[in-house]
């Protein structure tokens, strides 16, 4: 992919990309637990789960910095939540401890994608990213071509 579409799309940023393969574990995961947990537990991942990705996309699709950051810091809260969740699977023993551990260091990378993405949206808000801001162009139409100067 070259500079011109790194951004085209939610689905071309690191932190979707990465947040999407959090979210197909934690899936995974919760069809493992006990079906006791089948409207409990299982349902709050899943909730928290599209939400991470959910937001991520919806933030991304908004033209105001202000708002691109909330939404980033909507999905870090869904994330923050999936790694509690984590804690009631290992407090429970649903789950083995390995596995918590591991689910939770990939919980902690998407954290510091969304963190790094986070810093980005905010220097871009501050103007630290002029590269990213659009250039002022002039709006015509066809009859403003034939008044005078």
């Known amino acids: 992919m070259d500079a011109k579409e790194t951004f085209k799309t939610f689905e071309n940023l690191e932190a979707y990309k990465i947040a999407r393969e959090f979210r197909k574990e934690m899936y995974a995961m919760a069809r493992g637990l006990p079906d006791s947990e089948k409207f409990g537990l299982v349902s709050q991942i899943r909730r928290a789960a599209v939400s991470l990705t959910n937001n991520i996309a919806e933030g991304h699709g908004r033209y105001h910095y202000l708002d691109q950051i909330k939404f980033m810091l909507q999905a870090r809260g869904s994330l923050e939540e999936l790694l509690d969740e984590l804690n009631v699977c290992a407090d429970e023993k649903y789950l083995p401890t390995a596995e918590v551990e591991r689910l939770k260091q990939a919980g902690w990378r998407v954290s ?5 993405y986070i810093r980005f949206l ?5 103007g630290e990213n002029l590269q990213l801001r659009e250039m002022p162009v ?6 403003d071509d034939d008044l005078p100067m």
Request: glycine fraction near 12%; charge should be positive; hydrophobic fraction near 30%.
């Open 112 to 116: 510091q994608l969304l963190g790094g």
């Open 122 to 126: 905010r220097k871009c808000k501050a």
């Open 138 to 143: 002039e709006y015509t139409t066809a009859a």
